[in-house]
């Protein structure tokens, strides 16, 4: 199972990047794929997640009306549309999957990407 998190770089703040998850080795189906973040000298925490059926997604308020998550299934990939960006988005973001939850505890995730770095300028 292999899941390739790619779509990183450097942007200012008040710009877009959209992040792309391809997802490999198994099917997902009825899993939930989440994206999680890591700053600097932080804990990874929890972002947005979506099943893979196309159910609704659900955000962190940190990025909720700023991030849009979702999925192609006949790509295989998942997405994160990252709008009005700020500073303190600044992180490395992993896509992930999983069919226990609770959704938005990392630690119920069994399928990691490499992650991906966002740096937000001021």
């Known amino acids: 199972v292999q899941l390739q998190a790619y779509g990183g770089g450097l942007v200012q703040a008040g710009g877009s990047l959209r992040l792309s998850c391809v997802v490999s080795?198994?099917?997902?189906?009825?899993?939930?794929m989440g994206w999680f973040r890591q700053a600097p000298g932080k804990e990874r925490e929890f972002a947005a997640h979506i099943t893979w059926s196309g159910g609704v997604p659900f955000y962190a308020d940190s990025v909720k009306g700023r991030f849009t998550i979702s999925r192609d299934s006949a790509k295989n990939t998942l997405y994160l549309q990252m709008n009005s960006l700020k500073p303190e988005d600044t992180a490395v973001y992993y896509c992930?999957?999983?069919?226990?939850?609770?959704?938005?505890?990392?630690?119920?995730?069994?399928?990691w990407g490499q992650g991906t770095q966002v740096t937000v300028s001021s």
């Open positions: 992930a999957a999983s069919n226990v939850g609770p959704w938005s505890i990392q630690s119920k995730y069994r399928y």
């Open positions: 080795g198994r099917t997902f189906s009825s899993y939930v």
